[in-house]
């Protein structure tokens, strides 16, 4: 059981927009900035989103990111077929003095 | 161009050890706290542990602390994870990855993972 949550599945049809949610506590989302991980099946993570709302180079801009109190949000829109993928969420948190995933959310691609 | 390398992963025994690396280039690997990042066969992602760039600071995940250790030599642009008392459950793909912003929890580079399997 994760310490942040995240749905474990959404699917959505291409070109749609679907939004990935990622709830945590005080300690955590609540304290720290959020990140976002996508995992193609078969490859490595790949850093997606940092500090709740920047891309890193390379990263399409149809991937955003937002954070509200103990809870975040990962929004995709104009979905593609190559989207498909595991998507985490990522942490600090002060209390375990640890860094936390969420346990991932399977997004596929209708 | 920025490349992390791990190696060392295998099949070990319950109760046994092992020690597996990550070897950096591409960038100044002295300049970059680093991390260890698990994920057993079907599962997601989980932080095992973190090391300061200058190897002065470390932290764990509860589920390895005490048994874990993570070092680093700088002169070789290595980092090892030195796993003792290791259990089933401990069976997983090892990643490093290097951390991001001095974060302790942004990962930008991550290495391709070296698969440790803990079976009798």
């Known amino acids: 059981q994760s310490v942040l949550t995240q749905p474990p599945s959404v699917s959505e049809t291409p070109g749609q927009r679907v939004t990935i949610s990622c709830s945590g506590g005080s300690s955590n989302i609540g304290s720290n900035t959020v990140n976002w991980y996508q995992q193609v099946p078969g490859a490595t993570p790949k850093l997606l989103i940092y500090?709740?709302?920047h891309r890193p180079s390379g990263v399409p801009d149809r991937f955003s990111g937002s954070k509200s109190g103990t809870s975040a949000s990962l929004a995709i829109s104009g979905l593609q077929s190559e989207d498909e993928a595991d998507y985490y969420c990522g942490t600090w948190d002060d209390s375990l003095n640890a860094a936390l995933f969420g346990g991932g959310t399977k997004l596929t691609v209708l | 161009q920025v490349q992390l390398v791990e190696s060392g992963g295998g099949v070990v025994q319950p109760g046994g050890s092992l020690k597996v690396s990550c070897a950096a280039s591409g960038f100044s690997f002295s300049a970059y706290g680093m991390h260890w990042v698990r994920q057993a066969p079907g599962k997601g992602l989980e932080w095992v542990a973190f090391?300061?760039?200058?190897?002065?600071?470390?932290f764990y995940a509860d589920s390895v602390k005490g048994r874990f250790t993570i070092s680093r030599d700088n002169s070789k642009n290595t980092m090892y994870l030195q796993m003792n008392s290791l259990k089933a459950e401990d069976t997983a793909v090892y990643y490093c990855a290097k951390d991001f912003l001095r974060s302790y929890n942004i990962f930008d580079v991550w290495g391709q993972g070296t698969m440790v399997t803990v079976s009798s």
């Open positions: 090391i300061r760039l200058d190897g002065g600071i470390a």
């Open positions: 500090s709740n709302n």
